[in-house]
Nanobody
Framework: QVQLVESGGGSVQAGGSLRLSCTAS????????MGWFRQAPGKEREGVAT???????RYADSVKGRFTLSEDNAKNTLYLQMNSLKPEDSTMYYC???????????????????WGQGTQVTVS
């Protein structure tokens, strides 16, 4: 059974940086596309970024140029480097995994994914 454990959240001032980690078990990045979503209280979960099995990445317009996805295959860990953080980036961030070569649209991955428990990011 796929397990995803997020870490790296915290509190930071606007303009600062954080790196989120998602450590995965019972999967390999060569078979699973991966992604990050975020969800504020009372709002729908929204896609932030995805990475396909070939390394292709996709970012939401709101984070393009500020956030960067990467994978460490040896550690089975997905990273989300977040720079130039804004108060509106404050929310819970969730790691997602799908047994597919390509994640496709955020909405499709949302429907199919396995999820972690989330990590909180607060930007003041």
């Amino acid at each position: 059974q796929v397990q995803l454990v997020e870490s790296g959240g915290g509190s930071v001032q606007a303009g600062g940086s954080l790196r989120l980690s998602c450590t995965a078990s019972a999967l390999t990045f060569s078979s699973y596309c991966m992604g990050w979503f975020r969800q504020a209280p009372g709002k729908e979960r929204e896609g932030v970024a995805t990475i396909d099995t070939d390394g292709s990445t996709r970012y939401a317009d709101s984070v393009k140029g500020r956030f960067t996805l990467s994978e460490d295959n040896a550690k089975n860990t997905l990273y989300l480097q977040m720079n130039s953080l804004k108060p509106e980036d404050s929310t819970m961030y969730y790691c997602a995994a799908d047994l597919a070569r390509y994640c496709g649209a955020f909405s499709g991955l949302f429907a199919r994914a396995s999820w972690g428990q989330g990590t909180q990011v607060t930007v003041s």
